[in-house]
């Protein structure tokens, strides 16, 4: 059993950063990834982390966000650089992937969420 903590979210205006950061209650070398959900949205995967795949991201934050892991302190990371109103959202973290038929990847631990409201 993992469990994970997300911290790190608050609010902050367009152009600014912010770092998330998600603890884990044991080390994870199961691949992790960062999705977020706004409001009257669907979940969106934006990226991941995996010793088989490196760093991904969606094409919307690709340039802005980087995926980090920092195995010794079992956290991972999203540091999120130029921010835009449309990043406002509940960011999760999640860990250990798992390949679902029909389905494809699907995580098996999830975070409680932190906010990130991005003003104009």
């Known amino acids: 059993q993992v469990q994970l903590v997300e911290s790190g979210g608050g609010s902050v205006q367009a152009g600014g950063s912010l770092k998330l950061s998600c603890a884990a209650s044991a080390f994870s070398n199961c691949g992790m990834a960062w999705y977020r ?61 798992s390949w679902v038929p029909g389905r494809g990847f699907e995580y098996e631990y999830w975070g409680q969420g932190t906010q990130v409201t991005v003003s104009s």
Do not use: H, W
């Not at 999203?78 to 406002?88: G, P, V, Y």
């Open 37 to 97: 959900q706004a409001p009257g949205k669907e979940r969106e995967l934006i990226s991941t982390i995996s010793s088989e795949d490196g760093t991904t991201y969606i094409d919307s934050v690709k340039g802005r966000f980087t995926i980090s892991q920092d195995n010794a302190k079992s956290t991972l990371y999203l540091q999120m650089n130029s921010l835009k109103t449309e990043d406002t959202a509940v960011y999760y973290c999640a860990a250990c992937r």
